[in-house]
């Protein structure tokens, strides 16, 4: 499987590897189809027939994941030119809207439903759950971020959705920024000494270091970290160690641990810079979409 030149544009316009969401679709195409062909699309699609098919959002959302979509078609040989995408990923949808229509033989459509609905409907879940957070802390000068927290193999994915709903990007892997835990800390003999041996090894590197207490944050600020994250601190705890950052203009300040949307809007009235909300990738309940296939082309098919 080469991916169509058109479908990989468009990824790459979105800041999505097209090589790795090759290996991802077909991965999960291979997962539909290593017992063998779809018998019950066998049986029941007469051979040859084309039909018109739309993809339906049943409920309200953020649509994320067209080019995935279209790969997965472009992956079971449906051309491009076969799909009209209605939306595009970032926006708003409600119950009824059209998302995406396809003109393609019905055998090869009914094989690639499945996967093209896993990947569109997880994916818009992300995009509307960090709509919501993003809405939250609207114009607080605060911003929602991801984490690590990923289905394996999806990260590039999934991170895409969280920039399709607002939110922005932590760091992709462990080489492109340095996050200093509390495990670290312990192997390292102290924050200082994290920081130190960091930066020793790392000169130019991001460098972001955990404080779950306002007296690591004080370390953390004099050792010259670039980024803390403050791990589990409520409110009055946020706003003292934005109080103590004052002095340290550069310094950005990531509220983490245990955040709820709920909470989201007086968390970011602290004052801190970002709120990083794992469950935006590991936890979001997926967007219901459905493709339908319409009633003007099934009859088209019996004549």
């Not at 049986?43 to 039909?51: E, K, L």
């Not at 300040?253 to 245990?258: K, N, P």
Request: charged share 20%; proline share 5%.
């Amino acid at each position: 499987m080469t991916l169509h030149a058109s479908i990989a544009g468009q990824l790459l316009a979105a800041g999505v590897s097209p090589d790795q969401t090759e290996q991802v679709v077909r991965g999960a195409l291979d997962e539909d189809f290593r017992y063998g062909p779809d018998l019950t699309t066998v049986a029941t699609a007469p051979p040859g027939a084309h039909m018109v098919a739309a993809v339906v959002a049943r409920e309200p959302g953020v649509l994320a994941g067209l080019p995935v979509a279209l790969a997965v078609l472009d992956a079971t040989g449906i051309s491009p030119q076969a799909a009209e995408p209605r939306c595009s990923d970032g926006d708003r949808v409600d119950p009824g809207t059209e998302v995406l229509r396809i003109r393609a033989p019905l055998r090869a459509l009914l094989g690639a439903e499945r996967t093209l609905l896993n990947f569109l409907s997880h994916l818009s879940g992300i995009a509307t759950a960090t709509r919501a957070w993003a809405d939250a802390v609207a114009g607080t000068g605060a911003v929602v971020r991801d984490t690590r927290k990923t289905t394996p193999g999806l990260r590039v994915l999934e991170k895409y959705a969280v920039r399709c709903g607002g939110g922005v990007n932590h760091r992709m892997g462990l080489g492109d920024a340095a996050l200093v835990k509390d495990n670290h800390v312990a192997a390292a003999g102290g924050i200082i000494a994290a920081i130190r041996a960091v930066r020793a090894a790392a000169p130019g590197l991001p460098l972001e270091v955990e404080c779950d207490s306002l007296a690591q944050v004080r370390e953390a600020l004099a050792a010259g970290a670039e980024f803390i994250l403050l791990d589990n601190m409520g409110i009055a705890g946020l706003r003292a160690a934005v109080t103590l950052a004052r002095r340290y203009p550069a310094v950005r300040l990531e509220a983490s641990g245990g955040l709820r949307l709920a909470a989201a809007r007086a968390v970011a009235e602290t004052g801190v810079h970002f709120l990083a909300v794992g469950a935006l990738t590991h936890s979001s309940p997926a967007l219901d979409l459905g493709l339908d296939i319409l009633a003007d082309s099934l009859s088209e098919n019996r004549r």
